[in-house]
């Protein structure tokens, strides 16, 4: 793979992959994919996806990323990037899911079809279409596997949310939300966190997505309430840091983490008892839809249709555990180690 970059735009840490036997000709379609970062290994997969199908259809595909989870400026730059570059079509990742909208709205009024990917952008219909887990769903899967977990000790649950970013994109929101909604928490009003006012819920942190910040996240919650026994945890990096902070104090034996991922370490962390249940996402499904959607709107200006009865097209979701509780399907993490990502 010989990898170009783009003049002004090599500083933000774009990359134009020309593919094998991909020619540059003037008429061959252009597409973006804009993800959070480049080191999570959730968009590591998601750009596999992007690459191998853009080669498969003969698309020329520039890559983009920013610095950290959060880093919206460089996203900005990027759909700017992609504008004058001429592409087609961009595949997004949100940080910012609000603050983007405008950029989002920039490219789309420039002929540019918009597919979010993962993160429903707010409101939904910014952009042309939206590839995505359904977030609510995977937190509510790992809500009614704690709740059935627990029995009736879940009345006297002592909780700690470990969230994204103070900025709460949506899919942070709907993960949160959901699983209270599966835990028999009311969740007051859905589209924010920490209105709530059960007194189960010791406190919300945030996690940037990574292991350092689940680390810092858990041990300040620890501080608030030292008998906190249930994590709900925005991913599987941050749970892996909260789980090195309760280990620390002694507590990673009596206390039970739940997450969405389903990248590979975390289902092995699944097998070794780290993580009581994750909700499986598929990030290379979502990619590879979304570069099929670019090279149909190029070839017939048709837009994709959302699942029925959602504003998203839904790429599936799997709850992975490997202690299974009535009334809520699951597969084990020896199947899910089958089809993990990354």
Same mark, same amino acid.
């Given at each position: 793979? &010989?990898?170009?970059?783009?003049?002004?735009?090599?500083?933000? =840490?774009?990359?134009? +992959?020309? +593919?094998?036997?991909?020619?540059?000709?003037?008429?061959?379609?252009?597409?973006?994919?804009?993800?959070?970062?480049?080191?999570?290994?959730?968009?590591?997969?998601?750009?596999?996806?992007?690459?191998? %199908?853009?080669?498969?259809?003969?698309?020329?595909?520039?890559?983009?990323?920013?610095?950290?989870?959060?880093?919206?400026?460089? /996203?900005?730059?990027?759909?700017?990037?992609?504008?004058?570059?001429?592409? %087609?079509?961009?595949?997004?990742?949100?940080?910012?899911? !609000?603050? &983007?909208?405008?950029?989002? !709205? /920039?490219?789309?009024?420039?002929? +540019? &079809?918009?597919?979010?990917?993962?993160?429903?952008? *707010?409101?939904?219909?910014?952009?042309?279409?939206?590839? $995505?887990?359904?977030?609510?769903?995977?937190?509510?899967?790992? @809500?009614?596997?704690? !709740?059935? %977990?627990?029995?009736?000790?879940?009345?006297?649950? !002592?909780?700690?949310?470990?969230?994204?970013?103070?900025?709460?994109?949506?899919?942070?929101?709907?993960?949160?939300?959901?699983?209270?909604? =599966?835990?028999?928490?009311?969740?007051?009003?859905?589209?924010?966190?920490?209105?709530?006012?059960?007194?189960?819920?010791?406190?919300?942190?945030?996690?940037?997505?990574?292991?350092? @910040?689940?680390?810092?996240?858990?041990?300040?919650?620890?501080?608030?309430?030292?008998?906190?026994?249930?994590?709900?945890?925005?991913?599987?990096?941050?749970?892996?840091?909260?789980?090195?902070?309760?280990?620390?104090?002694?507590?990673?034996?009596?206390?039970?983490?739940?997450?969405?991922?389903?990248?590979?370490?975390?289902?092995?962390?699944?097998?070794?008892?780290?993580? =009581?249940?994750?909700?499986?996402?598929?990030?290379? %499904?979502?990619?590879?839809?979304?570069?099929? $959607?670019?090279?149909?709107?190029?070839?017939?200006?048709?837009?994709?249709?959302?699942? *029925?009865?959602? /504003? &998203?097209?839904?790429? @599936?979701?799997?709850?992975?555990?490997?202690?299974?509780?009535? =009334?809520?399907?699951?597969?084990?993490?020896?199947?899910?180690?089958?089809?993990?990502?990354?």
């Amino acid at each position: 793979m &010989i990898l170009k970059y783009l003049g002004h735009a090599a500083a933000l =840490g774009v990359a134009t +992959l020309v +593919l094998p036997g991909v020619s540059m000709a003037q008429d061959q379609v252009t597409a973006c994919l804009i993800t959070k970062t480049d080191t999570n290994p959730f968009f590591v997969k998601m750009k596999e996806g992007a690459t191998a %199908k853009a080669q498969e259809l003969g698309i020329n595909l520039q890559t983009y990323a920013g610095r950290i989870d959060g880093d919206s400026e460089s /996203q900005v730059a990027a759909i700017e990037s992609c504008i004058a570059a001429g592409a %087609k079509g961009i595949l997004i990742a949100a940080s910012d899911t !609000k603050g &983007i909208v405008p950029s989002v !709205k /920039q490219a789309r009024d420039a002929g +540019l &079809i918009v597919i979010a990917l993962d993160t429903p952008l *707010e409101p939904v219909d910014s952009a042309d279409a939206t590839f $995505a887990t359904n977030n609510y769903e995977a937190g509510v899967l790992i @809500g009614e596997w704690a !709740k059935g %977990k627990m029995g009736a000790e879940a009345e006297n649950a !002592k909780i700690a949310f470990l969230d994204l970013t103070a900025q709460q994109p949506s899919v942070a929101v709907l993960r949160d939300q959901g699983f209270m909604e =599966g835990f028999g928490i009311d969740n007051k009003d859905k589209a924010i966190v920490g209105d709530e006012d059960d007194a189960r819920i010791v406190g919300h942190d945030i996690t940037n997505g990574n292991e350092e @910040g689940g680390r810092q996240a858990m041990e300040n919650l620890l501080q608030k309430d030292p008998s906190i026994n249930l994590v709900y945890t925005i991913n599987e990096p941050a749970a892996a840091g909260a789980y090195e902070a309760l280990k620390s104090v002694g507590l990673e034996g009596s206390v039970t983490i739940v997450s969405v991922d389903g990248g590979c370490p975390g289902i092995a962390n699944v097998k070794d008892g780290v993580i =009581g249940a994750t909700s499986m996402q598929y990030p290379l %499904k979502m990619a590879s839809m979304g570069i099929e $959607a670019i090279k149909a709107f190029a070839d017939s200006g048709e837009k994709p249709q959302a699942s *029925e009865g959602l /504003q &998203i097209t839904a790429t @599936g979701v799997d709850l992975v555990t490997d202690e299974p509780v009535d =009334g809520v399907t699951s597969m084990t993490s020896e199947d899910a180690a089958k089809l993990c990502w990354g």
